[in-house]
């Protein structure tokens, strides 16, 4: 259970006081590591004992504890091994046979996984626009899709807002209460907010995932996720999921990653910061075809965004004027940003999403999505200036 001494914290100040040791004279300010397989043990085990490292250890705890204090849940967070072993945890929701509805500018290996979902298990899985509230709801009923009425409510609705990489921003209260009204659960990537920036469990969500290897962590030198619930029934079947699948994150990984979620509230402002910065000088460029970001006035997603977060987010989507190879263009002229897949990190990165065979067809071939870090904003935006420079 989560410590009630967080109650009533700013999201601020819980990144550095959550999940921290008992204080007592002589303790330490950090939980250690502890570097154990297996635990001592005889008899019938308690329900809480420390049996086997598969199925819990205590430097998990912190990280548990602090990061379920963030989103608002007093059950602790599940840590697994990557961002897509929490994700299939949730997914293991939808039962074979059943329906999943997530959006079409989703992560592309939860798009992959989905299909694999259908293939061997039978679901159905229907691609929907996140930010066209009516047609998903229409979706998860069932009704209006592909010319069938009649199939019945979709078992989960998979949610990403702002979308990758799109940044297309959804109506998550809508969406959970319609899809709730329908029956169906609601699972939600916060990947790209965070809970700094947005908590959906506190929109009524049933499930939440973060692929921690990004800003929660924070330094691109872990692979994490994790998955949380309000629900002590959902959360008891997440926990059976990663303890038989054994998807489960080596000790030292969740210790570095309670360290990167220390600073955890500093890095998302000055990167959002920046990233709003940045996004109003490309939106002005002569060698800049279109940009996306939350915090832009002109962007469809700005009124959701200002609405229902608490910012606007660090990644930036660019289009650049000349297509797919003035984007590689850009990516090679440049020399602060780092060319890389993923993001959340202390250093700007960029890539080409349709670089990739599986991204989706309907993301531009000449998207730029850009994670933002915490450099110096001038510094960013000179090595963007001189590379878009060498495009006109």
Not at 75 to 103: D, E
Not at 127 to 145: F, H, M, Q, S
Not at 148 to 172: C, F, K, Q
Not at 303 to 311: F, N, P, W
Request: charged letters at 20%; proline letters at 7%; hydrophobic letters at 45%.
């Amino acid at each position: 259970m989560t410590d009630p001494s967080t109650a009533g914290l700013s999201p601020a100040t819980l990144v550095v006081s959550a999940g921290r040791p008992q204080r007592a004279q002589g303790a330490p300010v950090n939980p250690p590591v502890v570097l154990s397989s297996t635990y001592v043990s005889q008899g019938v085990p308690g329900p809480d004992e420390l049996l086997y490292a598969r199925m819990s250890t205590e430097t998990w705890h912190p990280f548990e504890e602090a990061l379920a204090a963030l989103e608002g849940t007093p059950l602790p967070a599940l840590v697994h091994g990557s961002g897509m072993a929490a994700i299939a945890s949730a997914l293991s929701l939808v039962p074979p046979g059943g329906r999943l509805v997530l959006p079409r500018h989703c992560y592309q290996v939860t798009i992959g996984y989905a299909r694999d979902l259908a293939q061997r298990s039978g679901v159905t899985v229907d691609l929907v626009d996140v930010d066209d509230t009516e047609a998903v709801l229409a979706a998860v009923r069932g009704a209006a899709v592909r010319g069938a009425a009649d199939r019945g409510a979709a078992d989960l609705l998979w949610v990403e807002s702002p979308t990758n990489p799109m940044l297309e921003v959804a109506d998550l209260p809508a969406l959970v209460a319609g899809a709730h009204e329908a029956g169906a659960l609601v699972g939600v990537d916060n990947t790209f907010a965070t809970p700094l920036v947005q908590r959906p469990l506190e929109h009524g969500a049933d499930v939440v995932v973060h692929s921690v290897t990004k800003y929660l962590a924070g330094h691109s030198d872990v692979v994490l996720g994790a998955a949380l619930t309000r629900d002590p029934e959902l959360h008891a079947r997440l926990l059976t999921y990663r303890t038989t699948h054994g998807s489960v994150a080596g000790p030292f990984e969740v210790w570095l990653a309670l360290r990167g979620l220390r600073t955890l509230a500093l890095r998302v402002e000055r990167a959002q910061a920046t990233a709003l910065e940045l996004a109003r000088r490309l939106a002005a460029h002569p060698a800049v075809a279109s940009v996306r970001h939350p915090g832009l006035p002109q962007d469809p997603g700005h009124e959701r965004a200002t609405r229902l977060m608490d910012g606007y987010g660090a990644i930036i989507g660019l289009r650049p004027v000349g297509g797919a190879a003035a984007a590689d263009a850009l990516v090679a002229a440049l020399r602060l940003w780092v060319p890389a897949t993923s993001l959340g990190g202390v250093e700007s990165s960029l890539e080409r999403r349709r670089r990739f065979a599986t991204e989706s067809v309907t993301v531009p071939d000449d998207l730029l999505r850009m994670s933002v870090g915490i450099e110096d904003v001038e510094d960013l935006w000179r090595d963007l200036d001189q590379a878009l420079g060498t495009l006109v």
